[in-house]
């Protein structure tokens, strides 16, 4: 596809979903967050102690609350969070909810379990996200053997994305209802 076509088509698609969801009720909102945070304490309870978990801290319109993020600490998971450090640049880590320096892009190749933030993500693992690229020039550091995970609402799910030769690939979606492996998957 045409990259400058893509582009065009990416950022249609990133308003589209990011209007529908600013429109969420705060009823249906509730209930999408609850559900992806009781999704992702089922996985916190498949990692042992001691495990190394990276995660996105959820925006208002993003799935999730920070009580996903505690139900991989309360478990003993080490809790990763992104820090942008530049506007081109991967993202550094920080201990969520610990004092203590940044981590390096690297870091990241400690977790067993990478949670990324996600507008859309088709059933081939192509990931559309927030159009900065940080999580695409970040997730080449994480271990191929990790377990990479768009999370979104149902609906995002889709049959197919732009894909350009900088997007990596995610291996699965958590979703209020499921955790799907996708066609591409590790």
């Given at each position: 596809m045409d990259p400058q076509l893509s582009a065009r088509r990416k950022a249609d698609l990133r308003l589209r979903i990011r209007t529908a969801r600013r429109a969420l009720a705060d009823a249906r909102r509730s209930a999408r967050d609850a559900a992806v945070d009781a999704r992702a304490a089922q996985l916190a309870e498949r990692l042992g102690p001691g495990s190394v978990v990276s995660s996105y801290v959820p925006t208002r319109l993003e799935p999730g609350t920070e009580r996903m993020l505690a139900a991989f600490a309360e478990?003993?998971?080490?809790?990763?969070?992104?820090?942008?450090?530049?506007?081109?640049?991967?993202?550094?880590?920080?201990?969520?909810?610990?004092?203590?320096?940044?981590?390096?892009?690297?870091?990241?190749?400690?977790?067993?379990?990478?949670?990324?933030?996600?507008?859309?993500?088709?059933?081939?693992?192509?990931r559309l996200g927030q159009g900065g690229g940080h999580y695409d020039r970040s997730l080449r550091h994480a271990d191929p053997e990790a377990r990479l995970v768009a999370v979104v609402d149902d609906?995002?799910?889709?049959?197919?994305?732009?894909?350009?030769?900088?997007d990596r690939r995610v291996g699965w979606a958590l979703t209020p209802t499921d955790l799907v492996r996708l066609d591409d998957a590790r």
């Amino acid at each position: 596809m045409d990259p400058q076509l893509s582009a065009r088509r990416k950022a249609d698609l990133r308003l589209r979903i990011r209007t529908a969801r600013r429109a969420l009720a705060d009823a249906r909102r509730s209930a999408r967050d609850a559900a992806v945070d009781a999704r992702a304490a089922q996985l916190a309870e498949r990692l042992g102690p001691g495990s190394v978990v990276s995660s996105y801290v959820p925006t208002r319109l993003e799935p999730g609350t920070e009580r996903m993020l505690a139900a991989f600490a309360e478990r003993g998971s080490r809790v990763l969070v992104p820090v942008v450090v530049g506007p081109d640049a991967a993202l550094a880590w920080r201990q969520w909810r610990q004092d203590g320096p940044d981590l390096p892009p690297e870091a990241l190749a400690e977790a067993a379990l990478v949670l990324v933030p996600a507008l859309a993500v088709d059933r081939f693992g192509t990931r559309l996200g927030q159009g900065g690229g940080h999580y695409d020039r970040s997730l080449r550091h994480a271990d191929p053997e990790a377990r990479l995970v768009a999370v979104v609402d149902d609906p995002e799910v889709v049959e197919g994305l732009p894909r350009e030769p900088h997007d990596r690939r995610v291996g699965w979606a958590l979703t209020p209802t499921d955790l799907v492996r996708l066609d591409d998957a590790r």
